[in-house]
């Protein structure tokens, strides 16, 4: 079993920066890929970006260039790095770990970029 607790959300300006947190407990955190998700108001969840146990990233198109996925191991934790913000970056992001068939997910942390 895993827990994630996000944290970092706030409110920012248009063209500013943030960094969330997800902190993990549990063993074998390195093992899994881990994610970020973020919900819009009144759209669908999307992935945002993804980083592999080996350290591999991917990014979605909307942020690439802009936000920087990491984790530090020793730590249980792996941060989205957000600058250059966007109000469309609007919404609750939520942290995701994946190993296998097991599949968590942290509570979410709102972030909202004012115009």
């Known amino acids: 079993q895993v827990q994630l607790v996000e944290s970092g959300g706030g409110l920012v300006q248009a063209g500013g920066s943030l960094r969330l947190a997800c902190a993990a407990s549990?063993?074998?955190?390195?093992?899994?890929?881990m994610c970020w998700y973020r919900r819009a108001p009144e759209k669908q969840r999307e992935l945002v970006a993804r980083?592999?146990?080996?350290?591999?990233?991917n990014y979605a198109d909307a942020v690439r260039g802009r936000f920087t996925i990491s984790r530090d191991n020793a730590k249980n934790t792996v941060y989205l790095r957000m600058s250059s913000l966007k109000p469309e970056d609007t919404g609750v992001y939520y942290c995701?770990?994946?190993?296998?068939?097991?599949?968590?997910w942290g509570q979410g942390t709102q972030v909202t970029v004012s115009s």
């Open positions: 995701n770990a994946v190993l296998y068939s097991m599949n968590y």
């Open positions: 980083i592999s146990s080996g350290g591999s990233t």
């Open positions: 549990g063993s074998s955190f390195s093992a899994y890929t």
